[in-house]
């Protein structure tokens, strides 16, 4: 895993500045030999509940592949969503616990 984190008051330039952080990476993983499976890579844009946030879908590309955008992510084996709240992460844990207790 490989997180980038990046913030930029204009959208349109946070995507233009995305993208070419996305093309230096993957020129880093070419000299050092490495790859990077665009197919599972993904991007999530945090913000607060009340602010609504238009679609990057098909704006983020590496290697003229578009990367998804998704609502939650899993990081450090933490779910994190796209309003850095911890519903996801517990919603999961009580999942397994109840799994593993038998309820």
Same mark, same amino acid.
């Given at each position: 895993? +490989?997180?980038?984190?990046?913030? #930029?008051?204009?959208?349109? =330039?946070?995507?233009?500045?995305?993208?070419?952080?996305?093309?230096?990476?993957?020129?880093?993983?070419?000299?050092?030999?490495?790859?990077?499976?665009? =197919?599972?890579?993904?991007?999530?844009?945090?913000? @607060?509940?009340?602010? @609504?946030?238009?679609?990057?879908?098909?704006?983020?590309?590496?290697?003229?592949?578009?990367?998804?955008?998704?609502? +939650?992510?899993?990081?450090?084996?933490?779910?994190? =969503?796209? #309003?850095? @709240?911890?519903?996801? #992460?517990? !919603?999961? @844990?009580?999942?397994?616990?109840? !799994? #593993?207790?038998?309820?």
């Amino acid at each position: 895993m +490989t997180p980038i984190f990046l913030a #930029h008051e204009s959208r349109q =330039d946070l995507i233009s500045i995305i993208n070419k952080q996305l093309q230096l990476l993957d020129e880093w993983f070419r000299v050092n030999r490495l790859s990077l499976n665009v =197919d599972k890579s993904n991007f999530i844009v945090f913000h @607060t509940s009340r602010e @609504t946030i238009p679609q990057m879908q098909n704006k983020i590309n590496m290697k003229e592949v578009n990367i998804k955008q998704v609502v +939650t992510s899993k990081f450090l084996g933490l779910i994190q =969503d796209e #309003h850095l @709240t911890w519903t996801p #992460h517990i !919603k999961v @844990t009580a999942v397994e616990i109840d !799994k #593993h207790i038998g309820m």
